[in-house]
């Protein structure tokens, strides 16, 4: 995982003010997913629209366009029960920066999960963010991209702990980070046992199983 901030094209600025209510009314939320709007954000702008008529990139069916929001938090942070909310009511995929100011001096974070877009409800995977940083840091170029689905892959990449290979499918890297994550639930889950199995024959057989995975693991990232 890298921490970076993007420098996003300034022919691609919105500038959109949105209404929290618009999401969490559109995804039929619970009651509390609208408390947590209201704790946690304080607005959200539709800061850019990364698209063919904006950067001139060809857009294809799962990537049409990308969007991202900037989240300006209440207090230390927006929950991912929020951003899931958000994604499923924006069709296309979206980059988030959450913005905080509750320590005496701004700090951001980019935060975004790969969301496959086909007929129905949008997807969103695990999400995947930089630590906090300054948000006077100096910004990064985007990826240089000759597609919108190959910049939306290159934009996220830093943010996972996989490397997606030249010419793969955002569905694909997708599906390989959801692998990643079972893994890494299932690897968490032996390591418990593992430390609390009395018993050695069965330690061998963990030991066993851990080692499965890790390898599994190590082959997918």
């Known amino acids: 995982m890298t921490d970076i901030l993007y ?6 600025r919105f500038g959109a003010r949105i209404q929290k209510e618009r999401f969490y ?3 039929a939320g619970s009651s509390a997913v609208r408390e947590k709007f209201v704790s946690d954000v304080q607005r959200i702008t539709w800061m850019y629209k990364l698209a063919q008529d904006t950067i001139n990139l060809p857009a294809s069916t799962e990537v049409p366009e990308i969007e991202v929001l900037w989240l300006h938090a209440k207090t230390s942070d927006v929950s991912e029960s929020v951003l899931a909310a958000i994604d499923r009511a924006i069709p296309n995929p979206v980059l988030f920066e959450i913005h905080r100011n509750d320590t005496g001096s701004p700090l951001v974070r980019l935060v975004a999960a790969h969301k496959i877009v086909r007929s129905g409800a949008p997807r969103p995977t695990a999400y995947y963010s930089t630590g906090w940083v300054p948000a006077a840091t100096a910004r990064a170029p985007m990826p240089t991209a000759i597609t919108l689905p190959t910049l939306y892959s290159a934009l996220i990449a830093p943010l996972t702990p996989i490397t997606a290979y030249a010419g793969e499918d955002v569905s694909v890297v997708a599906e390989r980070l959801a692998k990643v994550r079972k893994l890494e639930r299932e ?8 430390r609390n199995e009395p018993q050695l024959n069965r330690k061998v057989e963990l030991r066993r199983e851990l080692k499965d995975r890790q390898a599994a693991l190590a082959a997918l990232v």
Do not use: F, Y
Request: net charge neutral; glycine share 0%; proline share 6%.
């Open 187 to 194: 690897i968490s889950a032996l390591e418990r046992k593992l």
């Open 25 to 27: 009314e559109r995804t």
């Open 7 to 12: 420098e996003w094209p300034a022919a691609a």
